[in-house]
T-cell receptor, first 116, second 116 residues
Framework: AQSVTQLGSHVSVSEGALVLLRCNYS??????LFWYVQYPNQGLQLLLK??????LVKGINGFEAEFKKSETSFHLTKPSAHMSDAAEYFC??????????????FGSGTQLTVLP | GAGVSQTPSNKVTEKGKYVELRCDPI?????LYWYRQSLGQGPEFLIY????????DSGLPNDRFFAVRPEGSVSTLKIQRTERGDSAVYLC??????????????FGPGTRLTVL
């Protein structure tokens, strides 16, 4: 079975400060990992995905994440937070078992607040 | 082009009633997923369609939940004898094909179901 743990349900940073959102996964097979962002009253939007091509993945809006197999982590970072980054962020892993639906297993989310 | 749409955006019903939630996927997407997001949690997989057939319904919580996709496009999630515990945001996602995990799932804005 696969699972995702997001440490910290709420994170607050000042505008211009580093954003670090933590994600650890558990998977019996090499995982495909994703970060999604959810703005209020909107659908989930894909920020970036890891599909084994490169361990450092760059996404939209200046976000990036690094896959570290030894730490089973896929933390999301952004060098300088902007007010518009305030949202809820979800880490997810894809079920790659043969015959699976490729459904996503999500973490419980991290609400990011950006302080002026 | 148009994204995934879901109707209604909000649904309030009474315990014991029957509800239908509709999802219009992106045109041409053969794979369709339903997820349920309870308050403070990440989305949880319910059911997956490839074309018209429900290829994986392992996430449906019980037999009160049922979904159809008769023409391989629009899908309806049906909940019988609703219970207060069914209150959640129901998310629909579509992707081009299932077989590759590279294929991004595009999410709709969700239907917020409240059972009184």
């Amino acid at each position: 079975a696969q699972s995702v743990t997001q440490l910290g349900s709420h994170v607050s940073v000042s505008e211009g400060a580093l954003v670090l959102l933590r994600c650890n996964y558990s998977s019996s097979v090499p995982p495909y990992l994703f970060w999604y962002v959810q703005y209020p009253n909107q659908g989930l939007q894909l920020l970036l995905k890891y599909t084994s091509a490169a361990t450092l993945v760059k996404g939209i809006n200046g976000f990036e994440a690094e896959f570290k197999k030894s730490e089973t982590s896929f933390h999301l970072t952004k060098p300088s937070a902007h007010m518009s980054d305030a949202a809820e962020y979800f880490c997810a892993v894809s079920d790659l078992r043969a015959g699976s639906a490729r459904q996503l297993t999500f973490g419980s989310g991290t609400q990011l607040t950006v302080l002026p | 082009g148009a994204g995934v749409s879901q109707t209604p955006s909000n649904k309030v019903t009474e315990k014991g009633k029957y509800v239908e939630l509709r999802c219009d996927p992106i045109s041409g997407h053969t794979a369709l997923y339903w997820y349920r997001q309870s308050l403070g949690q990440g989305p949880e997989f319910l059911i997956y369609f490839q074309g018209t057939g429900a290829a994986d319904d392992s996430g449906l919580p019980n037999d009160r939940f049922f979904a159809v996709r008769p023409e391989g496009s629009v899908s309806t999630l049906k909940i019988q004898r609703t219970e207060r515990g069914d209150s959640a945001v129901y998310l629909c996602a579509s992707s081009l094909i299932r077989t590759s995990p590279y294929n991004e799932q595009f999410f709709g804005p969700g239907t917020r179901l409240t059972v009184l």
